[in-house]
């Protein structure tokens, strides 16, 4: 009975949400980016074993529910197979830092122009780590047999391929959080567990 009474509201609330204009420019930016997220978790990237590396999810439970936090992007081992979670890493690396380094308080302290270079060094703290994590997973799927190259060439290729696909998707999250609603970067995660 009471879904009944709800339910009328919350249809009302979507109603109204999408008749204001420009809340309704914002809420369809985050559908399309999401749905650009979505697209590029399909890009897999090349020389893997698509059904070898099929068989390895099923095998390994953990690995399906690491999989479930990307969107599916793990067992398609797609471009987006790493999602925003090296992102993650430097930013709380960075969060860990700043009361330790006093040019990076000192930054912290300067308002709006301080938290923008704090910004911009996570980001670029963000590479290596996703280059690390990206080797390691590589690492882990060939010691598995699902990827075949270990001439350096090809590794490196994935490894970057990698990389851009985690900066795509921070990208990604810097554009909802500017033109859409919400932080960006938690929408991302949220539309790969959706």
Known sequence: MRARQTRPKLLQAVLDAF??????????????????????????????????LQELFQRNQLLG?????????????????MGVYPYITASIVMQLLVPVIPRLQALSQE???????????THWLTVPLAGLQG????????????????????MATMVVSMIAGTMFLVWLGELITEYGIGNGISIIIFGGIV
């Open 111 to 121: 308002g709006e122009a301080g938290r923008h270079k704090i910004n911009m060094i």
């Open 19 to 52: 008749s204001l204009p420009d809340l309704r420019r914002r809420i369809l930016i985050v559908l399309g980016i999401l749905v650009i997220f979505r697209f590029v978790a399909h890009i897999p990237l090349p020389g893997v074993d698509l059904g070898a």
């Open 65 to 81: 529910m690491l999989d479930m936090f990307s969107g599916g992007a793990m067992k398609r081992f797609s471009v987006a197979a």
């Open 135 to 154: 080797y390691g997973q590589l690492v882990y799927l060939h010691n598995e047999g699902i990827i075949a190259a270990t001439a350096v060439l090809p």
